[in-house]
Each structure stands twice: as C-alpha cells, then as structure tokens.
C-alpha cells in the first residue's frame, strides 16, 4: 500500500492514439501526455513534485474513467478532470482559457493571449502551450496560429490534427442526432 498524501499516482491508459500517460497528485491531475513512460511525464515536474516518489496503478480513479469515456467518445468527459500545475498569472489564466476552448473548436494564439487578458502576447500564449504539463485535458491542441494553420505539438502535428478530427467528428455526429 502507497501513501497518496506523498506519493504520485501514475496510470498509463492504450488509446486509439497510442499510450498516454496521467499522474495525479491527490485528486489533481498534475502531468499527461502521449507517451509510455511515467518517469518521462514525471522527471518535467516541478522539483517538489519530482522529489516525490511515483507509483503506476492501473486505475486512477474518475481521471482514467473520464480518459476511457473521452477516447471512448464522450469528448466532454475530460472537462470535469482537476488541473493542478504551478505558473504566473498570465500561463494560469492562459490555461483557464484553453479549457474554455470546446471540444472540435480551435482559436489562435492571438485569441488566446486576448482571452487570457493580455492582447497582443502572441508569443507567451504559445509559450503557456508549449509548457502545459496536462496535455489533452489543458486542450492546447485546440489552439492554431491565425488562418487556422495547426502551429506545434508536442506530440507532433499528425497526433494534435487527428486529437481535432476525433472531436470534430463526434461533436458533428452529436448536432446530427
């Protein structure tokens, strides 16, 4: 037995998309991402949180349950899901934003920084992107570079347009029904 007020719970889930990785701090998930190995996703953490030993399970509660429904269709589900990772005022914000960004939509970077209040920081809202820690449930797929050209990814630019594909498709089957 594993003693979660220190201990970081790790889950790694097969999806349509390939392996992805979740670890939870308490009830929070803290660190996502489309790879296979925990320690990866663990060693980009803050240094209190990396300090802090990793256990792999494989349930993580509601979180895996509304990863399974999200792959599963439910493209939703994730937006019940706890964030917690530490940055200014302006990368926190910018997060919140992105996470108002529904599922099979996409905005710019310079909406982005606009939503986040600060117009014009086209260049700190692709900075929020690139170290959002929560890929997926922090949506920064969802956002694009003016013209609606797909910009980066961490996890490449073929993986962020079918992520957009999977939830445009579903959310259009949903209007049709």
């Known amino acids: ?3 979660r007020a220190t201990t970081l719970q790790a889950g790694i889930l097969d999806t349509p998309f390939g392996p992805f990785t979740a670890i939870v701090d308490g009830e929070a998930l803290v660190s996502a991402g ?3 190995d925990p320690a990866a996703m663990h060693a980009r953490l803050g240094p209190l949180r990396r300090s802090r030993p ?3 399970t ?3 509660g509601h979180v895996t349950a509304a ?3 999200y792959f599963d269709g ?3 589900a994730i937006d019940a899901i706890a964030v917690d990772q530490p940055g200014g005022a302006f990368r926190t914000a910018a997060w919140k ?3 108002a960004v529904p599922a099979g939509e996409t905005i710019s970077y310079a909406e982005l920084a606009a939503q986040a ?3 014009g920081a086209n260049q700190a809202a692709g900075s929020a992107c690139s170290r959002n820690l929560v890929a997926l449930v922090v949506p920064c797929h969802r956002i694009v570079r003016t013209g609606g050209h797909l910009g980066g990814y961490y996890y490449g630019l073929d993986l962020k347009n079918r992520l957009l594909e999977h939830e445009r498709g579903l959310t259009a089957l949903r209007l049709a029904t």
Request: aromatic share 4%; charged share 25%.
């Open 117 to 119: 209040g600060s117009p």
């Open 67 to 69: 990863l399974r429904d």
């Open 1 to 3: 037995m594993t003693d």
């Open 97 to 99: 934003a992105m996470r």
């Open 34 to 36: 489309f790879v296979a």
């Open 54 to 56: 990793l256990h792999i």
């Open 58 to 60: 494989a349930d993580l």
């Open 74 to 76: 439910d493209v939703g």
